[in-house]
């Protein structure tokens, strides 16, 4: 290996080794109580829940969620409340269709609308 290399390729291990280091950082306690609240309002709203064009109960939302979650979090791949309504929550990966919440009396919303402003309402109700 050449001289003028050697710097170049030790820099580029450590920039690897950093980036690997940060990336399986613990998810934040505060993220991880946002995500279980979100995933458990759902579950308990008594809407229904659209994807890849089949409405669902809430109950088989909260539990596809939790496993989207679960997946997320083995991969280091969710950091904040909002990674998880974009990563999990939103669309399908498999078909990229977008997720839709119904509640009783109300209008269909795109799941990601529902799921940020259930995260207001938590936020808000924090001490």
């Known amino acids: 290996m050449s001289r003028r290399l050697r710097p170049l390729l030790i820099g580029f291990l450590f920039a690897c080794a950093a980036t690997a280091a940060q990336a399986q950082a ?10 279980e609240q979100l995933i458990t309002a759902l579950g308990s709203s008594g809407c229904q829940f659209q994807r890849n064009g089949s409405w ?5 939302a909260q539990s596809h969620l939790r496993r989207k ?30 997720y839709q919440v119904r509640c009783p009396g109300q209008p269909a919303v795109a799941s990601s609308t529902w799921l940020t402003k259930q995260l ?6 924090r001490p």
């Open 26 to 35: 613990p998810l934040p306690a505060k993220a991880q109580l946002e995500i």
């Open 69 to 98: 979650y679960d997946y997320l979090r083995k991969r280091d791949m969710v950091a904040s409340a909002e990674q998880f309504i974009e990563r999990a929550g939103s669309q399908s990966s498999m078909s990229g269709k977008s």
């Open 120 to 125: 207001g309402a938590i936020r808000h109700a």
């Open 56 to 60: 669902y109960p809430a109950s088989e």
